[in-house]
């Protein structure tokens, strides 16, 4: 098994661009998280899906930041416009229910 | 918010035992301990979890006190791939959320 996989792995991008991070998650696993780690905050949760839909979004910072999962392969997480202070690693986790999460390698994101 | 308190780092030597302590004191009866790593930015990686019993597996022990009020991880012989943030996590049965706090840095030091 490939593991939880995740692109990019590191993305530098200019303030006001957009940026898109992208996940697939453990084959038949249903539930899927995204977190971000920044020295300041540590690991924060910012949403989960299970079985797709949304499940708890209270952790995402603004309405800059949106994510979906159109299929249980692709998750992707938005930021419109960024910001420097977005600047963090991105991870992604999987679980099959309640059982123990998967993370991916991340995204290190760096808004100029 | 993070439910748990853990010592900021520890140093353990290589072949030693490695006992990291977490406390727990506001944990209810339906909430289980998880113990996660980070290896230098690597993303975490799951240990063990347990209830209320002792549990063991590949990786290590987790020790929890009949109150349920802290645990303890070991890791039996710790080797210096050992050495990473470990992070102990209390989480609700049925509530599929983990809260990361700021874990214990252990330096294994050869």
């Known amino acids: 098994d490939a593991g939880v996989i995740q692109s990019p792995r590191h993305e530098v991008t200019e303030m006001g661009q957009e940026v898109t991070l992208r996940c697939k998650p453990i084959?038949?696993?249903?539930?899927l998280f995204w977190y971000r780690q920044t020295m300041m905050r540590g690991l924060e949760l910012l949403i989960y899906?299970?079985?797709?839909?949304?499940?708890?979004d209270s952790g995402m910072p603004e309405d800059r930041f949106s994510a979906k999962m159109p299929n249980a392969s692709f998750s992707t997480l938005k930021i419109q416009p960024s910001e420097p202070r977005d600047s963090a690693v991105y991870f992604c986790?999987?679980?099959?229910?309640?059982?123990?999460?998967?993370f991916g390698p991340g995204t290190r994101l760096t808004v100029l | 918010d993070a439910k748990t308190t853990q010592p900021p780092s520890m140093d353990c030597a290589e072949g030693r035992a490695a006992n990291l302590p977490c406390n727990h004191s506001t944990i209810s009866g339906n909430e289980y301990v998880y113990w996660y790593r980070q290896i230098h930015s690597q993303g975490p990686q799951y240990i063990i979890h347990g209830l209320k019993n002792n549990e063991t597996n590949e990786m290590a022990s987790l020790i929890i006190t009949e109150d349920r009020k802290s645990s303890t991880l070991i890791l039996p012989h710790a080797t210096l791939r050992d050495t990473a943030v470990y992070y102990c996590?209390?989480?609700?049965?049925?509530?599929?959320?983990?809260?990361f706090g700021s874990g214990t840095k252990l330096n294994v030091k050869p």
């Open positions: 986790a999987s679980s099959q229910g309640l059982n123990e999460q998967f």
């Open positions: 899906f299970n079985n797709n839909v949304p499940i708890d």
């Open positions: 084959s038949g696993h249903n539930s």
């Open positions: 996590i209390v989480r609700e049965y049925n509530f599929n959320k983990f809260y």
